[in-house]
């Protein structure tokens, strides 16, 4: 089910990031390749390369955006939730309980979590990211990590360029154009190092969230162990799908490990 926030800060990172890709994109072609490096096959390997890494990088970041991040269905009648708000207390810190959300008016499944942004209940919430306009969760983990993948690959890629463009040939311009070539090629070197060092933060705390099986709300409500210990291996499938692992790297298709199938309530 495809999504989409109208959500004024969401919308304004979104707008940056295409930006930023775009620039990037403009500044690698028209004053880093073509300049020192049209006149050999180079050029052109490198130009499609680096489109490539840019197609995976906004392919990924759509399917975060507009995939169902594993939204709790609203229930079709009303239910009575009267004890609860009435103060009956209810069990949350097991991984095998189903919990009453007092907004939404609907149980939720184990390990579920309500989004005050997106104004739902989320499967597995682990937060909700500005730069996606949407929850990441246990349906689009995989797509935001892959983002995050990617985004780290195209500023390296663009930074090792810069230095080939001007090792090989630094006078290849006239001094008007080099001077242009010098600004463009600052500008970038310092947005490429700004998201490759917020990648990688974001990263690793994705990483190690997922590894110790622990969300970051989780982590925040400081629950402890949910479940009993499983391995690495089946952790990180629970998030990239199944299949080989090299999929894991591919945003066009997506296997959860329990099929996807929607949430329904106990009755």
Not at 12 to 37: E, G, K, R, S, W
Not at 83 to 112: F, H, L, V
Not at 129 to 153: A, D, M
Request: one cysteine or more.
């Amino acid at each position: 089910m495809a999504v989409f926030r109208a959500d004024a800060c969401g919308i304004t990172c979104m707008f940056i990031t295409y930006l930023a890709v775009f620039y990037a994109d403009y500044v690698v072609i028209n004053h880093l390749v073509i300049p020192t490096l049209s006149s050999s096959l180079w050029g052109a390997v490198n130009a499609l390369l680096f489109n490539v890494v840019l197609f995976l990088l906004a392919f990924s970041h759509l399917r975060a955006v507009l995939s169902d991040p594993g939204i709790v269905p609203l229930p079709d009648t009303g239910l009575d939730f009267s004890d609860a708000r009435s103060g009956q207390k209810y069990i949350e810190n097991k991984a095998n309980e189903w919990t009453i959300c007092m907004k939404c008016e609907t149980y939720r499944p184990p390990r579920a979590h309500h989004c005050r942004t997106c104004r739902r209940c989320v499967r597995r919430m682990d937060h909700h990211c500005p730069w996606i306009n949407n929850c990441v969760g246990e349906y689009n983990q995989k797509y935001f990590i892959q983002f995050l993948f990617y985004v780290g690959v195209a500023a390296l890629y663009a930074l090792i360029l810069v230095i080939i463009s001007w090792v090989s040939d630094p006078n290849s311009d006239s001094h008007k154009s080099k001077h242009l070539r010098i600004m463009h090629s600052v500008i970038l070197v310092i947005e490429c190092v700004m998201f490759e060092l917020f990648v990688i933060a974001i990263g690793c705390d994705q990483m190690q969230a997922i590894l110790g099986d622990e969300t970051a709300v989780e982590h925040v409500q400081k629950k402890g162990p949910l479940r009993p210990k499983i391995s690495k291996k089946l952790l990180l499938a629970e998030v990239f799908g199944k299949g080989p692992v090299y999929l894991w790297f591919c945003p066009l298709q997506f296997q959860p490990m329990n099929g996807g199938s929607s949430v329904i309530h106990p009755v």
